[in-house]
């Protein structure tokens, strides 16, 4: 496994793992990448001569469970599945011989390549052929005479200027969908985008007629032969299909509840229900289970997958991901103190320290995270999110946001550090308050590309007094 996988997953490295369930709070604080522990005053005199009302640590985090939905769409998009009063006429009877024993023939007519035809991505040709059918969905091959074209790979040396198509001069005399489809599937309509091939079963007539006229092709990569060929041009031609399984759907295995250890479950549950990540921020719908152990049957349950599968859970499929924090290969040094100024105020420095590195390590330390830096933080009072807004910042242009996603970020050199000062809302009554929060972090590595990455989650006690 690559190393670089080990160290950012979701909030923290996947690695194999082992343990109980534990509780989420109380983890002992570390100085394993972590500087300082408790802090504050105990009722001494703070700066400014009044009484301070904070005691702070800082916590480092085992372990970081994250669960949220997955889009459905990411293996077979279910708005590609055709349902069954969508299906062409003239493939309905062939998918049900097909699915009776099978489907053959030696001169299928227009119709029949048409309507394979629709399922195809016209600028493409690529072909979507899902169907489902009494309930059920199924995924269907065709052996059909398939014709094809491409620009060749090299540039044509010689030519004859009278059969050449130039796109860009010759584009608006197009009078024909068919053939502006054709064009555009074989060039290359930007410099990041790759030459295409044209696909399909039933050529329409406009592109009969242009390839008639025209040999070559000239776009803006320059000017090649148009190659064609037809597949599968000898009988027999035959349908296929298969049950679409869930697997297909989702691109990825899916375990059900049933099959899980209950403590397992449970522990999934736990992450469900957390309310840490959701909803944090705008747009954030992923929760997030900071967690001081794991169940042992978790990891025996991910050592049975190179990737990590999904989980259907009551119901509904889910992407949950735990990983294990290795703070000992991520070059930062984060520290915690209570105001010496303000009685309801504390600040968080993140620093880079390179001999805590994994190996070599060189700036610049690009620090990331959603909705602030440092962190986003909040505590809960009475069942209600409080946020420790950002009253002060340090070494780093703005705390907030400056990319369209949401994240804050800022790079640091080695010698560099961000310093945020977090206000504690007046109104929030004496207790012992857990503030959880996490960011990301990618240095250089000398002769290396590309950089390596990872993640800081901790856990912050705060008693206010």
């Not at 690559?2 to 983890?27: H, I, Q």
């Not at 869930?246 to 899980?260: A, F, K, N, Q």
């Not at 690009?366 to 910042?393: C, H, M, Q, Y």
Request: hydrophobic share 35%.
């Amino acid at each position: 496994m690559d190393r670089r996988a080990l160290l950012f997953a979701a909030g923290a490295s996947l690695v194999p793992l082992s343990g109980c369930v534990g509780d989420d709070l109380g983890v002992a604080p570390s100085t394993n990448g972590t500087d300082g522990g408790p802090t504050g005053t105990d009722g001494g005199q703070s700066g400014d001569g009044s009484t301070a009302s904070l005691d702070v640590e800082l916590r480092t985090v085992p372990h970081v469970v994250t669960a949220y939905e997955p889009s459905p769409s990411r293996g077979v998009d279910p708005e590609h599945v055709v349902p069954e009063a969508e299906v062409p006429a003239a493939l309905r009877d062939p998918l049900d011989a097909t699915l009776d024993g099978g489907f053959e023939t030696d001169d299928p007519d227009n119709a029949l390549l048409s309507a394979v035809d629709e399922f195809r991505v016209y600028d493409r040709g690529e072909l979507k052929p899902y169907v489902e059918l009494d309930g059920t969905r199924y995924v269907f091959e065709h052996a059909m005479p398939t014709f094809t074209a491409k620009l060749a790979d090299e540039e044509a040396d010689e030519y004859d200027e009278d059969r050449v198509f130039r796109e860009s001069r010759e584009r608006d005399d197009i009078d024909s969908a068919a053939v502006e489809t054709f064009v555009d599937a074989l060039t290359a309509y930007g410099p990041n985008v790759a030459r295409g091939e044209y696909r399909r079963c039933d050529r329409p007539e406009a592109v009969a007629e242009f390839l008639d006229e025209y040999d070559y092709l000239e776009d803006g990569r320059g000017l090649s032969r148009i190659e064609t060929a037809v597949e599968n041009a000898e009988p027999p031609h035959a349908i296929t299909a298969r049950e679409l399984t869930e697997g297909d759907m989702w691109d990825r295995p899916v375990v059900d509840e049933s099959e899980l250890d209950g403590t397992v479950v449970t522990f999934f549950e736990r992450a469900l229900a957390s309310d840490h990540r959701k909803p944090a921020l705008p747009g954030d719908d992923r929760s997030q289970l900071f967690a001081a152990e794991v169940p042992d049957a978790y990891g025996d349950l991910a050592a049975g997958y190179d990737e990590p599968p999904y989980y259907r859970i009551d119901g509904t499929v889910y992407d949950v991901r735990v990983g294990e924090s290795m703070y000992d290969r991520v070059p930062v040094s984060v520290s915690v103190a209570a105001s010496e100024d303000a009685a309801r105020e504390f600040t968080l420095s993140v620093a880079p320290a390179p001999e805590r590195a994994d190996g070599e390590a060189e700036g610049p330390y690009t620090f990331t995270s959603r909705g602030a830096l440092p962190s986003a933080l909040w505590v809960f009072d009475d069942g209600k999110r409080r946020s420790l807004d950002i009253a002060e910042t340090e070494g780093i242009e703005g705390p907030r946001p400056r990319r369209s996603d949401g994240e804050a970020l800022e790079s640091l050199t080695a010698s560099d550090e961000m310093v945020a000062t977090y206000a504690v809302p007046e109104s929030l009554p004496a207790d012992t308050y857990v503030s959880r929060g996490t960011f990301r972090v990618s240095w250089g590595v000398p002769g290396q590309t590309p950089d390596e990455y990872g993640a800081y989650p901790f856990e912050l006690a705060i008693a206010v007094e």
